[in-house]
């Protein structure tokens, strides 16, 4: 059975899974279903059409699921929709999308620290980790392991790719390529994430690759048709290397450079 505070508010028609625990003075709206094992902390808020999977934990004061803050807005059911093993630090957000039947899609194992923001129609992977006050824009795409510096602010529409690391405070208008680091304001890319691919087991042949496209892609005169043709002849067997170039072929926004 569930354990709620008695000054908990749970309305009735939430649906709480096994072991799930509500803190003092939180609240769980009528429409939120929650995995086993979630802890919803005292003051925390869990309301709109929201599902979280198992051994999810939000902290006081985050706000998941809340309308979207989209002008657009015309009403309709919109929803979030939550993995596991995630964490939501001290006023947390994340809102609701913005169209009818839309969600916005947080997978599991990651981590969004204190007042981080995630807004309407984000999609969010796995294993990612938000540091204080980052904030995403509606309809960002992030790619599993990737990781926010605190105070990064990432414009609309934007993806950022697996494996990144994006610096504190960096200002965020374009693609963030997948491996690399990225810093500034206006961020740009400023070398392969070494650090962070070692520490998660890619191998170093793979590593060395991406140096080398690093350079092609970044550092050299040819325009990004060519480069991208110079990576896909020049790396087929180097699975990182492709997913760098076939994630800059798809840009709509332009790589950060």
């Known amino acids: 059975m569930p354990d709620i505070h008695p000054t908990a508010i749970v309305h009735p028609g939430a649906v709480l ?15 939120v279903v929650l995995g ?4 919803i902390h005292p003051h925390a808020i869990v309301e709109g059409h929201t599902t979280m999977g198992s051994s999810n934990e939000v902290f006081p004061f985050a706000c998941i699921g809340s309308k979207t803050q989209d002008l657009k807005h015309k009403g309709g059911v919109a929803f979030v929709r939550i993995g596991d093993h995630n964490v939501f630090r001290e006023s947390c957000t994340v809102h609701a999308a913005t169209a009818e039947g839309d969600s916005t899609v947080v997978g599991s194992h990651n981590t969004l620290l204190a007042t981080t923001h995630v807004a309407h129609d984000c999609h969010l992977g796995s294993h990612i980790i938000m540091s204080n006050l980052a904030s995403l824009a509606g ?5 599993d392991h990737a990781v926010l510096g605190g105070m990064a602010a990432v414009h609309q529409f ?6 990144s690391m994006v610096g504190g405070c960096s200002k965020v208008v374009q693609d963030i390529p997948p491996f690399m680091i990225v810093d500034g304001n206006p961020a740009e890319t400023r ?6 691919l070692e520490r998660r087991g890619v191998p170093a042949d793979s590593i060395h690759a991406l140096a080398k496209a690093h350079k092609i892609l970044f550092r050299s005169a040819l325009n990004l048709a060519d480069a991208l043709a110079r990576l896909e002849s020049e790396f087929p067997g180097i699975p990182e290397v492709q997913h760098l170039a076939a994630f800059a072929r798809s840009s709509q926004r332009g790589l950060t450079k």
Not at 36 to 39: A, N, V
Not at 191 to 196: L, Q
């Open 191 to 196: 070398f392969i994430n070494k650090v962070g």
């Open 139 to 143: 309809h960002v795409v992030v790619e």
């Open 36 to 39: 086993p094992g979630c802890r």
């Open 158 to 163: 934007v993806r950022i790719g697996t494996h």
């Open 17 to 31: 899974g096994e072991d799930c625990t509500v803190g003092p003075y939180a609240i769980i709206g009528p429409h």
